[in-house]
């Protein structure tokens, strides 16, 4: 983009890559960097990894893949409305899950206890750390070799631990500084895909229904108002009309507060932005809106007794796959037995583990304690 604002991120100041490699002709850094993220191994998996619901329980249910390419698109309509780099956001969107196990939040925790003592697991260190050496696609480099600024957008959440061990990627959690706006973005463009994606999920799965949610002021609010433009539309196009208006909302929120904050702070440089407090945000009512969608969902969906019965399977899944390897590492695949030899056994389990689809890790379970499998 030529319009960027000053504050953004360009190619040109960017903090470039591990190894050095010639400027792409016909694209920008950040293109090649969307384009290297689409080809790898770990966002193929995406479609087969879930939100909520297992793989095989519905066709029409989020996969991490769908929710990605949601996310990029709403981030990369924000960033192109605040003249950010909306190539680098769109990097960024459609990695921030690549480190996610199978089964979702419940295949992550089972995760992290099981290595509770080996480092623990949390995705985006996972996400980063398939970027920046599980990747195996070039004779020059580990990983992908991506640019400095979307390798810090992957990475959301450090302790203080970790980001030591990262060395200049994880100064900022150390020092209390913020990443690009852009990255800021990609923080709430997530957010807003997949809370209000899970409230079409929950409907379509029949675990939440209309009259529940009309006790969530945004739905209520943006049902009122699709009813009164179209007051006889068929149920399904009822919510979808309903949603539509709830993500135009937030996101319309989102521009108008980021405007403001980005005007007070009047940021001259990607400097200023790192320096100053976060300047992507939600107005106050509407913050307040979100989280109690989030409570309400949290309650009605996510602890609900049939998703419940599919995280404690979930759960025992990942436990057993992970004891099975640990127990005997002749039985991982070849490349991770090496991969445990170099580092260490269980951190090889991870990703072997991680790097699972849904239906791959209950086949994975099926042949190793089933005396009917192969």
């Known amino acids: 983009m030529d319009d960027l604002a000053p504050y953004a991120v360009a190619d040109t100041a960017s903090r470039g890559r591990a190894v050095v490699e010639p400027r792409p002709k016909v694209r920008s850094e950040f293109q090649r960097d969307r384009d290297r993220i689409v080809h790898s191994t770990a966002f193929r998996r995406l479609e087969y990894?879930?939100?909520v619901f297992v793989n095989h329980e519905g066709d029409l249910f989020r996969t991490r893949l769908t929710h990605s390419i949601e996310v990029a698109q709403i981030a990369r309509s924000i960033a192109r409305a605040l003249y950010l780099n909306d190539d680098l956001v769109e990097a960024i969107a459609l990695a921030h899950d690549l480190g996610h196990t199978p089964f979702g939040h419940a295949g992550q925790d089972a995760l992290n206890e099981c290595m509770q003592t080996h480092g623990g697991f949390e995705h985006n260190l996972q996400s980063l750390r398939i970027v920046d050496r599980l990747e195996e696609r070039y004779g020059a480099f580990d990983g992908l070799n991506l640019m400095f600024e979307t390798r810090e957008g992957i990475l959301k959440h450090c302790s203080p631990a970790r980001a030591r061990e990262l060395g200049e990627l994880g100064r900022r959690f150390l020092d209390g500084r913020r990443p690009s706006l852009e990255a800021q973005i990609c923080n709430l463009a997530d957010e807003i895909a997949y809370n209000n994606h899970d409230v079409?999920?929950?409907?379509?799965?029949?675990?939440?229904?209309?009259?529940?949610?009309e006790s969530v002021t945004l739905f209520a609010r943006h049902a009122a108002e699709a009813d009164t433009e179209f007051p006889h539309l068929p149920g399904r196009r009822r919510v979808h009309e309903t949603i539509r208006r709830m993500i135009d909302a937030q996101v319309t929120d989102l521009l108008a507060e980021s405007a403001?904050?980005?005007?007070?702070?009047a940021p001259a440089s990607l400097a200023d932005v790192h320096?100053?407090?976060a300047m992507i945000a939600f107005t106050d009512s509407m913050q307040a809106e979100n989280r109690a969608l989030k409570g309400f969902l949290r309650e009605h969906l996510y602890q609900h007794y049939q998703v419940l019965r599919m995280t404690t399977k979930a759960r025992r899944t990942i436990h057993d796959l992970f004891n099975a390897f640990v127990a005997d590492p002749r039985l991982l695949p070849p490349q991770y037995q090496?991969?445990?030899?170099?580092?260490?056994?269980?951190?090889?389990?991870?990703?072997?583990?991680?790097?699972?689809?849904?239906?791959?890790?209950?086949?994975?379970?099926?042949?190793?304690?089933?005396?009917?499998?192969?």
Do not use: C, F
């Open 200 to 213: 079409d999920d929950g409907l379509r799965s029949g675990l939440l229904t209309i009259e529940q949610l």
């Open 275 to 277: 320096a100053a407090p």
């Open 49 to 51: 990894k879930t939100q």
């Open 260 to 265: 403001r904050r980005i005007a007070a702070a």
């Open 338 to 374: 090496d991969m445990a030899a170099k580092e260490s056994l269980e951190r090889a389990t991870a990703d072997y583990i991680a790097g699972m689809t849904d239906r791959y890790a209950i086949r994975e379970h099926r042949r190793l304690y089933s005396v009917s499998e192969n």
